[in-house]
C-alpha cells in the first residue's frame, strides 16, 4: 500500500508474453491449441489478491480447458515498475491491476488515456456496483477496469486497554486529544506510527483532510488544476498542524522514524500502545490480537461528525492488445453475477466494504464506521485525485517537519503546492 495508497488493495496490488490467437477465446469443452491468459498483479501469495488469483486460475482453466492461466504476483514497488517496462515494451499482459482515478502512473485515468487498457462499457453487471466503484473506475464517463473493494483508512485501538483507563470513543478532535492525554498520563503510549515507512504518513494525514478539506467543498482537488484552491489554503495547513499536533505533545511514539510498518503493527500487537493509523487492508495483521479489537474513523471534527477516508481499492483491468478480449469480459460478467464461484472469490478480496450492492460486511470489527460510510460521509484517499508525486513530498517534508523541527505546516503546504504544480 505504498502508494496509499493503493490500496490495497487493497490487495492491492506474469512476467510472460501474451500468446495465442483468436478475440474472443473457445466454448467450453472445445479442443485445440493450448492458449495462455497471462495476469499481473501486487500483493503478497497469502494475501488477497494471491488468494483470488490461486482461485482465478483454477477456475478459469476448469471452464476453459484449453487455456491456461499464467499468474505472477509482485510486490507494490516492484509491480509497478515491472508493468511500466511491460507496457513501453508491448508486452501487456492479459489481465492487470490498476489503480482508481489519478492515484499513480498505473491509474485508470492515465492508463485508459494511453491506450493501454479496455474499455467495458459492455459489461452486463457494471450497473450492479455502487456509483464509487464505477465512478473511481472510469475514464471520461466510461468504464475501465473492475474493482471488488473499498479501502477504509481508521484507527485501530485496544479496547481493552480503553476501558481498563477510563477512555470513551471520542467523537471530535478534542476528546480524542483528552482520551491521549489520559492514555499518556496512564504511561501508555496513545499511538504508534512506522513514519520510517513514510507512506504511513498518509494513513493519519487523509482521516484529518476528510473532516477538514473536503466538507465544505468537495471539489477542492478538482479545483486544484485550475487554481481556485491551493494547498496553502487554510483548510490543507490545518489538517497539517493537527497532526502534527499529536506529535507536538507525544501522543505518537517517540521514534516513529525509526520505525517501519511492520515494527509499528508488532507494537501494537504487543499492547505496548493503544491505537494505530493503519487501513483496514491490515485486518489479516491484527485479527489474531489477544485482546479486543476495534477500529474506528479518526474524529478529526469539532462538531461530533466523523467522515471516513474510504476509496475505491486497485482494480482489474482489460490490456487493450489482448487478443482475447471477448472470453476476457465474459469472465468479468461472471466475477459480477452475485452467484458464481468466480464471483465468490472475486468479492472475498474485499476486507470491509465492497463495491457490489447489497453485500454485508464479513468483519464485524469495521461495524463502527458502517454508519458513515452508509450516510455518504466518506471521502477518497487525497492522493488519488493529485499527480503521482504530490503525496511523497507531503510525506517527505512532513518527515523533516517532525524530525527537525525546522518547517512549519505552512512550509509542508507550499512544499506540496509546488510539487503540485510542477506535476499536473
Known amino acids: 500500500m505504498k502508494k496509499a495508497i493503493m490500496l490495497s488493495a487493497v490487495g492491492l496490488i506474469t512476467l510472460g508474453i501474451l500468446s495465442g490467437c483468436g478475440g474472443g477465446g473457445k466454448a467450453e ?31 478459469v482453466e476448469k471452464k476453459y480447458p484449453d487455456y491456461k492461466v499464467e499468474t505472477t504476483l509482485l510486490p507494490d514497488d516492484q ?16 489481465l492487470f491491476l490498476v489503480q482508481p482515478k489519478k492515484a499513480s502512473a498505473s491509474s485508470v485515468e492515465e492508463m485508459a ?13 457494471w450497473d450492479k456496483l455502487i456509483d464509487q466503484g464505477k465512478d473511481d473506475m472510469s475514464y471520461e464517463g466510461k468504464p475501465y477496469a473492475l474493482s471488488s473493494t473499498i479501502g477504509v483508512l481508521g484507527t485501530w485501538y485496544n479496547k481493552d486497554v480503553f ?29 504508534v506510527m512506522g513514519d520510517k515507512d513514510s507512506f504511513m504518513i498518509q494513513f493519519g494525514m487523509y482521516q484529518i483532510a476528510a473532516n477538514q478539506v473536503y466538507p465544505e467543498n468537495t471539489s477542492f482537488d478538482d479545483e ?12 490543507w495547513v490545518k489538517t ?12 505518537v511514539s517517540e521514534n516513529s522514524l525509526g520505525l517501519g510498518q511492520p515494527q509499528a503493527q508488532q507494537t501494537f500487537k504487543d499492547q505496548q500502545a493503544a491505537m494505530i493509523f493503519d487501513g483496514d487492508f491490515s485486518f489479516p495483521a491484527f485479527e489474531k490480537v489477544d485482546f479486543d479489537l476495534g477500529f474506528f474513523g479518526l474524529p478529526a471534527n469539532e462538531n461530533g461528525e466523523t467522515y471516513i477516508a474510504a476509496a475505491t481499492g486497485a482494480g482489474f483491468a482489460i490490456g487493450s492488445k489482448s487478443e482475447h478480449k471477448d472470453m476476457l469480459k465474459d469472465i468479468f460478467n461472471e466475477m459480477t453475477d ?16 465492497t463495491t457490489y450492492k447489497g453485500i454485508e460486511l464479513s468483519n464485524d470489527v469495521f461495524n463502527q464506521v458502517q454508519p458513515a460510510f452508509d ?21 517527505a517534508k512532513f518527515s523533516e517537519m517532525i524530525g527537525t523541527n525546522k518547517l512549519s505546516p505552512e512550509d509542508v503546504a507550499e512544499a506540496m503546492q509546488k510539487k503540485f504544480e510542477e506535476l499536473k
Open 224 to 235: 486544484l488544476y485550475d487554481g481556485k484552491t491551493k494547498f496553502t489554503d487554510p483548510e
Open 240 to 251: 497539517i498542524t493537527m497532526y502534527k499536533e499529536l506529535y507536538d505533545k507525544g501522543y
Open 338 to 353: 452475485g452467484e458464481s464461484d468466480l464471483f465468490n472469490s472475486w468479492i472475498k478480496t474485499a476486507t470491509s466494504f
Open 113 to 125: 488515456k494511453a491506450g493501454y487498457i479496455e474499455d467495458l462499457s459492455d459489461l452486463k453487471n
Open 79 to 94: 509491480y509497478y515498475t515491472a508493468l511500466k517496462s511491460k507496457l513501453s515494451t508491448g508486452q501487456s499482459p492479459d
Open 375 to 395: 450516510e455518504g460521509h466518506s471521502f477518497y484517499w487525497c492522493n488519488q485525485a493529485w499527480p503521482s508525486g504530490t503525496e511523497t513530498e507531503m510525506q
Open 29 to 59: 469443452g472445445d479442443s485445440g491449441k493450448e492458449e495462455t491468459i497471462t495476469v499481473m498483479a501486487s500483493g503478497v501469495k497469502d494475501g488477497t489478491q494471491g488468494v483470488f488469483l490461486d482461485s482465478f486460475k483454477e477456475i
Open 163 to 191: 476501558e481498563k483507563n477510563g477512555v470513551e470513543l471520542p467523537t471530535n478532535w478534542q476528546e480524542f486529544l483528552d482520551a491521549c492525554e489520559k492514555l499518556k498520563n496512564a504511561g501508555i503510549t496513545p499511538i
